[in-house]
């Protein structure tokens, strides 16, 4: 793994996440990373892609579509003794439970409860 800065790392090892050794930082998709909109925006990196050679860039490309393929088949092997809707395996993100943190504490606070 290459590292641009010391909290920003570029996957260059082959495996997908789950199976890399622990990183400093929650993986990020390489598109969240080049767009300065994302919470997992590097700077370093979107100053550096343009100076990489076609090769490099399109290892770190072949690599961020590996990791997201093996994101997508997570889980995917267990079969149900029932029918499932693949969105009722959805799992909720810490951002949307900050989201609704300020009114769930109005609301206990409004019945005199803690949240």
Same mark, same amino acid.
């Given at each position: 793994? +290459?590292? $641009?800065?010391? !909290?920003?790392? =570029?996957?260059?090892?082959?495996?997908?996440?789950?199976?890399?050794? @622990?990183?400093?930082? !929650?993986? +990020?998709? /390489?598109?969240?990373? $080049?767009? @300065?909109?994302?919470?997992?925006?590097?700077?370093? $990196?979107? *100053?550096?892609?343009?100076? /990489?050679?076609?090769?490099?860039?399109?290892?770190? =490309?072949?690599?961020?579509?590996?990791?997201?393929? &093996?994101?997508? *088949?997570? #889980?995917? *092997?267990? *079969?149900? @003794?029932?029918?499932?809707?693949?969105?009722?395996?959805?799992?909720?993100?810490?951002? &949307?439970? +900050?989201?609704?943190?300020?009114?769930?504490?109005?609301? +206990?606070?409004?019945? #005199?409860?803690?949240?």
């Amino acid at each position: 793994m +290459a590292s $641009l800065t010391p !909290q920003t790392t =570029i996957m260059t090892d082959t495996k997908p996440p789950s199976q890399q050794h @622990p990183q400093k930082q !929650q993986w +990020a998709s /390489l598109a969240d990373r $080049l767009n @300065p909109n994302r919470p997992a925006f590097d700077e370093q $990196l979107k *100053s550096s892609w343009k100076t /990489l050679s076609k090769k490099e860039k399109k290892r770190i =490309i072949t690599q961020d579509r590996k990791a997201i393929q &093996a994101l997508k *088949s997570r #889980g995917t *092997s267990h *079969s149900l @003794p029932f029918e499932a809707d693949t969105d009722d395996h959805c799992e909720t993100s810490h951002v &949307a439970y +900050a989201h609704i943190a300020p009114i769930l504490t109005y609301i +206990a606070e409004q019945i #005199g409860t803690t949240p």
